[in-house]
């Protein structure tokens, strides 16, 4: 994925950042790539699972480095079998509210921002934000998977989901509109034209852990409301992924659009 590899790269204001922050959601992977290619990074998540079970990965956090250290001496295995990384830190924190001082990070990446109240994510990251930094916001748009799967999927957002989006799902539809995104386009020009893709391999359980996850799902979740529509969205996807149960190739159309603080 060209795009990612280009905000690993760390280029997108023109320099290499010196400290950044990510906000990482679902099962990290995106967060956790991202932040070992950094010298100093700070990851956090809403919730406080991920963030403690990354603590816990040998040498992939400052906090279990400096445990591994106390527990085992400076001569432990861990040191020679696993990449230090002792510029990363986990956090349990919410990107509309991070608790971390003003004016730290250069260059600040928001997976799913559309999953946020956009103006408190805005004032704060603007608090936390140096003069010149870089945002990103990322998100993903319906999977891609089969024509079938693809119409069912379809469908199903059109008649059942599309009319109880939030303001801020309908900002990704459109790709984050400048009303939606006010920071100052880099001179550089990281609005990419060519939508970048993430790929993976799903079973229909994983496509439906994805869709179980959608912020407008467990909100009709949350609310016992049209549940005999979800189970038949559901019904239809699994009948459009046969005849096979095993993985197919899902690729996620990534929508990634970023802006400098000034």
Known sequence: LASIRHLQGGRLSGRAPQNVLISGTGNSSLALSLATRYDSAVVIYSSEEPAEVM????????????????????????????????????????PEQTGLG????????????????LRRLQTELRRIARPGSTVVYVGYMLPDVTPRVNDAMKSSFEALLKRYLSPGEKQLLRGFEQQSFPFAAPQTGTYFGRRPTMQAKW??????????????VRRLELAMFEQQALWKMRDMLIDAWAPTRGKRDVRLPAIIRSGNVE
């Open 203 to 216: 079973s229909v359980t994983d496509l439906l852990s994805h869709i179980n996850d959608w912020p407008v």
């Open 55 to 94: 603590k816990g990965i040998p040498l992939a956090s400052k906090g279990s480095i400096l445990r591994t250290l106390d527990k085992k001496g400076r001569r432990a295995l861990e040191l020679r079998d696993h990449a230090v990384r002792p510029g990363i830190e986990f956090r349990h924190a919410s």
């Open 102 to 117: 003003a004016s730290s990070f250069d260059m600040i990446i928001i997976e799913q921002a559309h999953r946020y109240d």
